[in-house]
């Protein structure tokens, strides 16, 4: 018991540093692809790096959602990988330890990363989404034009609503602007105009949008009455506070939910609509993705040990592949459980079945000493290389 003791403390330890680096490594991935986002934020709106910085760290958890399962399963992988290419395994053997002795510290570690998920999926993404919001909120009170987006209904002005088709962040210049204003009582008005341009009062919330060489139906419902105005430069009064406070006070999106929250909607909801279904998978969802840890993980065991002859390279790449077609699975459970094509059950835990199937089908047959094909498709693809490698020369 003693030996098997400090096996297992040892091929624990192994798997932390490159849980570690994969899951320090995907992170800064999905921060890079964030910072796509925000760029343009600082670039044309002049938002200062300390709210850029809070959006990153807002958006973390969401990230980690799905980084950490993937970092478990790399990890597992290039522990069995290079336990296997050092012919430790085969020394385990000869003492007697089986491929099933070394499965406790195995277990333990995605226990350990489905704990981690749980809490950012039960906690820290719908923290982070409705932090995301406040941060918005008080962005948007300062810089109008980030509510704005080109060729969308804004709807956020109380009783007015504004589309325009193009937008200029840095010169505030609007393009094919539409504006439907029923602020006066009984009164529609309805301004078309070809461009525009956005001033602010300094210190206050409020913005000016002046239009040029535009038109102006007014529809009177009181009277059944209708007119027609032309003009060079018209000005249209904007409260961005009142704008921003909408923002700030509608309904939390699903993904803003907790446990207790998403349950009390669905109770509550008296129809099974698209929205009902999504907020049922979100539900399923906050619980399958940790799931997969354990079946990510024990598919990960019999792919390391078969692919002894392997790269580290080749095993992050098997890795990669094999989330990808997790996550693939999962898309497809998204896609179809919205429209209620199936239990919304189904396509949230389909892919947990699928992959720890597979994993225990893999692992049963590794440790009954049958050869897995998959040197096979490591040759298929080093023969793929060389053959790319040859039209590049060409």
Not at 299 to 317: D, E, M
Not at 325 to 332: E, G, K, Q
Request: positive net charge; glycine residues 6%.
């Amino acid at each position: 018991m003693k030996i098997n003791s400090i096996i297992y403390r040892y091929v624990f330890k192994e798997m932390i540093p490159p849980f570690a680096i994969n899951l320090m490594f995907f992170t800064f991935v999905f921060w890079m692809a964030e910072m796509l986002k925000v760029t343009n934020m600082v670039v044309n709106y002049n938002v200062d790096m300390s709210t850029v910085l809070l959006m990153l760290a807002y958006s973390t958890p969401y990230f980690l959602t799905f980084v950490i399962p993937m970092s478990i399963m790399i990890a597992v992988l290039l522990n069995f990988l290079r336990l296997s290419s050092d012919n430790e395994l085969v020394a385990l053997k000869t003492s007697g330890i089986s491929i099933y002795g070394l499965l406790p510290p195995t277990i333990l570690f995605c226990l350990i990363g489905c704990l981690l998920t749980l809490f950012m999926t039960i906690y820290g993404m719908p923290w982070g989404r409705s932090s995301v919001r406040e941060l918005m909120y008080k962005v948007v009170s300062s810089n109008l034009e980030i509510g704005f987006k080109s060729r969308t209904f804004n709807d956020s002005f109380e009783d007015v609503v504004i589309y325009t088709n193009k937008i200029n962040p840095k010169s505030k210049e609007l393009q094919a602007i539409f504006i439907e204003d029923k602020r006066t009582q009984n009164i529609v008005s309805t301004i078309i105009a070809p461009k525009g341009k956005l001033f602010s009062e300094p210190g206050k919330h409020i913005y000016h949008l002046l239009l040029y060489d535009g038109v102006i139906c007014q529809v009177d419902l009181k009277n059944r009455s209708a007119n027609f105005i032309d003009f060079e430069t018209y000005e249209v009064r904007l409260d961005i506070k009142k704008a921003a406070l909408t923002l700030k006070q509608r309904n939390k999106h699903r993904k803003e939910m907790g446990l207790a929250e998403l349950r009390q909607y669905l109770n509550n909801s008296s129809r099974r609509d698209a929205k009902y279904y999504k907020t049922l998978m979100e539900l399923h969802k906050k619980f399958s993705i940790p799931i997969s840890c354990f079946a990510l993980g024990l598919l990960a065991v019999p792919l390391g040990i078969q692919s002894r002859s392997a790269k580290r390279s080749f095993g992050l790449v098997l890795g990669l592949i094999s989330f990808f077609l997790y996550y693939l699975l999962l898309s497809v459970g998204l896609v179809f459980g919205e429209t209620g094509a199936y239990p919304p059950v189904i396509g949230m835990w389909f892919p947990n079945v699928v992959m720890g199937g597979l994993g225990l089908y893999l692992l049963i047959k590794t440790a009954n000493e049958r050869q897995l094909r998959i040197n096979t498709v490591m040759n298929l693809i080093k023969e793929i290389k060389l053959r790319l490698a040859g039209y590049e020369k060409a």
